[in-house]
């Protein structure tokens, strides 16, 4: 019969959380929307600039991914947009495809998302291990931080290459370009945010408030505290610092025409990687976002997986109609949305919409504000992006977890996040693989009863694959002469596949050769399926194959000359 793969239904957390929503329930989420849409102001402008796009596109991207993400989604909280993930990312595919194939990547991308979230393989990401997400985070977030430095220097350069070891010949041979006043704006900034009060609850701070006027102060967002004084200082100083107007013109007081790309199959087939990376990017980060929000807020429901990539999906597909980058989870938003309150999607939505009401009505504002303003917020996402402490704690972890998290992260920023994750993935596959392959042992059985002259029994422990199988090729060569029966207790053995059952039956084929017969005792389910299955039991037949060892010890040396002859 057909064999018929169960699809995910498509039904958004929002529908679940509606019924029975309150006037309170909605109060919490205003609030909440209002203060993620006001964190994600900055953020979205600098991600986009830092990609290699214009501030709108982040913008676009931050209102149309983030209303379709929160209203289709399968969490309650989780907050979409662009990322900081996708910076280095979507750089390199700009610069290796051009703008309009990033849009046409984007769109492929979030099709494949959204099939991985209907086959339901959403949990499939979390077998990716945790050395390999640590590994290419690190490695993103100082990537993030070197594309910052042109920018926090007010170096002379037009455009910044995206291999690693070029960014840094540039830096160094323009290094005498700096700016001082650019340097001064930035790192004002970056202090500014990190000494900005975060706790709605601790009463004093890094920066000496009162603990009133810190609660107040924890309120209003650092970044968006830091962007206001810079561009007034910026303006009304007349400081000589590149801003948003001297480079990019501007930000239009409305949002894009749809206009779809124009797509060949072509064109389809020269995109393979960049929509592959992206869409690996955007469902592990998207649903290790959603995981932490989980955590942070134990009494909502958790988030559905499958949900959750069908919605990232429908948002990247959607977006780059409008000019829109590539969007996924983000996990700073997320947080600040979950601690100011928010109770179900609508404070995503709400986020969203006060993002629409910001460029629809104050966009003119952000011709002033200062680009090093920008990258000394972006130096400090970065910094909370990379978990640093890791690469401290290495010593106390295994040779396979180190080179596994160390070589992604090198990987990540000497070439990109696709090497890094499948070299990551094959690294950790094959110390995984050496590591069951060590597991597994063949021992002498110690038997209860004393077992017939010329029977010897063996004990199988873990699972017999292919990686394993060496030690029962060896195996003949440990049988003593004259030995009649060699008894394989399995109770142990979990496991087996096709490469351990063709070692049982090149062991059979050497203990013939040799006038001995193979009996097999105490076999679990799958190992014993794959025998019948296969046919092997009849090979060897089935009387050779035993309840326990007990019963082996019943074998006498003519019936294992007569199961040999029989096999024979």
Known sequence: MPVRVPLHPFRPRLLDTLSGYSRQQFAADLGAGLTVGIVALPLAMAFAIASGVKPEAGLFTAIIAGFLISALGGSQVQIGGPAGAFIVIVYGIIERYGLANLLIATSLAGVLLFLMGWLRLGALVRYIPVSIVIGFTNGIAVLIGLSQVKDLLGLAID???????????????????????????????????????????????????????????????????????ATLATLLLGLPVETIGSRFGGIPQALPQFALPELSWATAKLLVIPTITIALLGAIESLLCARVADNLAPQHARHDPNQELMAQGLANLVTPFFGGIPATGTIARTVTNVRAGAASPVAGIVHAATLLAVVLVAAPLALHVPLAALAGILLFVAWNMGEWREFARLRHFLLPYRATLLGTFVLTVVFDLTVAVEMGLLMACGFFIYRMSTLFTVQPHASAAPLPPGVVAFELFGSLFFGAVGKIERLPSQVPAGTRAVVLEMHRLISMDTSGLDALRQLHGALQRQGAALVLANVNPQPLGLVRRSGFEAEIGAEQIVPSVADAALITPARADAGTTAAG
Do not use: E
């Open 159 to 229: 455009k910044m290459p995206g291999d690693f070891f070029s960014q840094i010949a540039v830096l160094a041979r323009q290094a005498h370009t700096l700016n001082p006043a650019a340097l001064l704006v930035g790192l004002a900034c970056l202090a500014l945010v990190v000494l900005w009060p975060k706790s709605y609850a601790m009463p004093v701070g890094p920066v000496g408030l009162p603990a009133r006027a810190r609660r107040l102060a924890a309120h209003v967002p650092g970044t968006i505290v830091a962007l206001v004084l």
